[in-house]
């Protein structure tokens, strides 16, 4: 079935220590994008990759690398996790040939809770 | 800066009409879209909207005045399946569509 898987579906981490969230997605879409969702909040972006080997900073960036080695895949990085980090991962893509068309496919999610 | 604005709560009945605002103050805007949400799962898209008027898609239909930077999202027949969160998002940035987020509604159904 085409579309966005992310793992791990859930984590519990301390903090100080380094994880990555990964994103493969099947529909050869070009752009990515990576956000947090804590409740009362939104959605909100924190990197985002207009096609493979480029990638760019979001609204909330700080703490989080990201890299776009092919296509598919687009993992996201806590170099060192702070507790404010908890939240909801979203990984997203979308078609580039639909530019500005607002159309975005989620994954089902990433819950992290970092102690 | 960038923002979004919209209820954060609506309530309605099965059967009934609910319309869902939103406003917006943003630079570089291309349009606005609208997401659902159930349970904290994936959102997933519903509607897009680049040009002023009245977008229909089945029981859901979505508005945009880019002149009031203001738009809605308009629930025809409500199902209970319906309640969920709604966030209303501006496309900016040209060359990728990034969006911003609204701080979502969620949508209760009653019987």
């Known amino acids: 079935i085409a579309g966005i898987t992310q793992a791990p579906t859930s984590q519990i981490l301390a903090a100080g220590r380094r994880m990555t969230l990964r994103c493969t997605q099947d529909?050869?879409?070009?752009?990515m994008y990576w956000y947090r969702q804590d409740l009362g909040l939104g959605l909100r972006l924190i990197h985002y990759?207009?096609?493979?080997?480029?990638?760019g900073k979001g609204e909330v960036p700080d703490g989080y690398s990201v890299s776009r080695a092919n296509t598919d895949d687009f993992p996201l990085t806590l170099a060192s996790a702070v507790p404010s980090q908890t939240s909801v991962y979203f990984c997203?893509?979308?078609?580039?040939?639909?530019?500005?068309?607002?159309?975005?496919?989620f994954g089902p999610g990433t819950r992290l809770t970092v102690l | 800066g960038q923002s979004l604005e919209q209820p954060s709560e609506v309530t309605a009945v099965e059967g009934a009409i609910v319309q869902i605002n939103c406003t917006y103050q943003?630079?570089?805007?291309?349009?606005l879209s609208w997401y659902q949400q159930h349970d904290g799962g994936a959102p997933t898209f519903l509607s897009y909207?680049?040009?002023?008027g009245l977008e229909e898609t089945g029981r859901f239909s979505s508005f945009l005045s880019r002149s009031d930077s203001y738009g809605y999202l308009l629930l025809q027949e409500l199902q209970m399946k319906d309640s969920a969160s709604y966030f209303c998002?501006?496309?900016?940035?040209?060359?990728?569509?990034?969006?911003?987020f609204g701080t979502g509604t969620l949508l209760a159904v009653q019987p």
């Open positions: 997203a893509s979308s078609d580039s040939r639909r530019e500005g068309l607002g159309e975005q496919f």
């Open positions: 529909m050869r879409h070009n752009a």
């Open positions: 990759s207009n096609t493979a080997g480029t990638t």
């Open positions: 943003t630079s570089g805007f291309y349009g």
């Open positions: 909207n680049a040009l002023d």
């Open positions: 998002a501006v496309t900016y940035g040209g060359a990728t569509n990034k969006l911003i």
